[in-house]
């Protein structure tokens, strides 16, 4: 069971239970979290592989509790920062309680899917999966089934489900599957709670977003970004905020800044925007750029950004 939860939480509830997401990039497993905890836990964006952590969301319904485990999408790479995450992912699915395996309905199975399938043929007695982008024009769920049959066969119908995580389609039955997996316990949570992430973090994942968005082209995964000073202010009203977009070389810092600071005023106005609809308090964002070497090698700093 996994470490640090919310010790002061004592509300008992009939089902509880951590669900480690799982999938290739891109497939939406942070867009599904986001709908299910009904407000914005994790970073969503078309590069793959945005999400670098363990981000987690809390569902509090009737049933029980669901801690759900977004974890970076799968991908075959032998890069430091890829096997960094591979070995995040591998620690979620070994300590969940249930594992959800998603799928894209407009993407074939292919090279990368047979992967993620044979990790997870020794967990089918814990696995639910859900074929997601049910909505797509190209959806196709009887060859995605198919491939869960020849390569899970003892996964049972009654644990697929189709879905859109992008307008919530089919994710009522998703919830009803997933509470009728979990095993009976205490919530791990109190039931306020939709996210166990920290404001730093959380703030950092948000400029991210907002940046790795608007550079996608020039800088899919050369940075990171790092909250240096936070300080409360008017009593407690404002929260002042330092952050550091972080590049990997000194050229880069051009692109993120933009012509006449265009590109980071941009960024840092979409954070601020974002923050007012997460936060009680006013936030008052002083956004930075600067390089710092080859950082997607540096193992101490690969351990804090991805929790390990």
Same mark, same amino acid.
């Given at each position: 069971?996994?470490?640090?939860?919310?010790?002061?939480?004592?509300?008992?509830?009939?089902?509880?239970?951590?669900?480690?997401?799982?999938?290739?990039?891109?497939?939406?497993?942070?867009?599904?979290?986001?709908?299910?905890?009904?407000?914005?836990?994790?970073?969503?964006?078309?590069?793959?592989?945005?999400?670098?952590?363990?981000?987690?969301?809390?569902?509090?319904?009737?049933?029980?509790?669901?801690?759900?485990?977004?974890?970076?999408?799968?991908?075959?790479?032998?890069?430091?920062?890829?096997?960094?995450?591979?070995?995040?992912?591998?620690?979620?699915?070994?300590?969940?309680?249930?594992?959800?395996?998603?799928?894209?309905?407009?993407? @074939?199975?292919?090279?990368? *899917?047979?992967? =993620?399938?044979?990790?997870?043929?020794? #967990?089918?007695?814990? %696995?639910? !999966?859900? $074929?997601?982008?049910?909505?797509?024009?190209?959806?196709?769920?009887?060859?995605?089934?198919?491939?869960?049959?020849?390569?899970?066969?003892?996964?049972?119908?009654?644990?697929?489900?189709?879905?859109?995580?992008?307008?919530?389609?089919?994710?009522?039955?998703?919830?009803?599957?997933?509470?009728?997996?979990?095993?009976?316990?205490?919530?791990?949570?109190?039931?306020?709670?939709?996210?166990?992430?920290?404001?730093?973090?959380?703030? @950092?994942?948000?400029?991210? *977003?907002?940046? =790795?968005?608007?550079?996608?082209?020039? #800088?899919?995964?050369? %940075?990171? !970004?790092? $909250?240096?000073?936070?300080?409360?202010?008017?009593?407690?009203?404002?929260?002042?905020?330092?952050?550091?977009?972080?590049?990997?070389?000194?050229?880069?810092?051009?692109?993120?800044?933009?012509?006449?600071?265009?590109?980071?005023?941009?960024?840092?106005?979409?954070?601020?925007?974002?923050?007012?609809?997460?936060?009680?308090?006013?936030?008052?964002?002083?956004?930075?750029?600067?390089?710092?070497?080859?950082?997607?090698?540096?193992? @101490?700093?690969?351990?804090?950004?991805?929790?390990?």
């Amino acid at each position: 069971m996994y470490d640090q939860i919310n010790q002061t939480s004592q509300t008992s509830q009939k089902k509880s239970a951590f669900v480690a997401l799982v999938g290739r990039p891109s497939v939406g497993k942070s867009t599904l979290v986001n709908f299910l905890c009904g407000a914005k836990v994790a970073i969503v964006s078309a590069v793959p592989q945005t999400t670098r952590n363990a981000i987690r969301g809390i569902v509090n319904r009737e049933q029980g509790q669901l801690v759900l485990v977004d974890t970076p999408g799968r991908h075959d790479s032998e890069k430091k920062l890829n096997k960094k995450l591979r070995e995040l992912s591998d620690r979620a699915l070994d300590e969940a309680d249930i594992v959800l395996y998603l799928l894209d309905a407009t993407r @074939a199975p292919g090279h990368e *899917e047979d992967g =993620i399938a044979a990790r997870l043929a020794p #967990l089918q007695n814990r %696995l639910a !999966v859900a $074929v997601n982008k049910m909505d797509g024009k190209n959806a196709a769920y009887d060859g995605v089934r198919e491939f869960l049959k020849r390569r899970l066969p003892d996964l049972t119908d009654e644990r697929c489900f189709k879905i859109s995580a992008l307008n919530g389609e089919g994710t009522g039955s998703l919830l009803d599957g997933l509470y009728k997996m979990a095993p009976e316990g205490p919530a791990l949570y109190g039931e306020d709670y939709y996210t166990d992430q920290d404001v730093p973090f959380r703030i @950092a994942e948000i400029i991210r *977003e907002k940046a =790795i968005n608007r550079l996608r082209e020039e #800088l899919p995964h050369s %940075l990171y !970004v790092d $909250v240096a000073d936070t300080e409360f202010r008017d009593e407690g009203k404002k929260l002042w905020v330092r952050a550091f977009i972080v590049t990997e070389r000194e050229s880069q810092k051009g692109m993120v800044v933009g012509k006449d600071g265009a590109m980071i005023k941009a960024i840092r106005q979409a954070a601020q925007k974002d923050m007012k609809k997460i936060f009680d308090w006013k936030i008052e964002l002083d956004l930075r750029v600067k390089s710092s070497g080859d950082w997607r090698h540096n193992d @101490a700093l690969l351990k804090r950004l991805t929790g390990r």
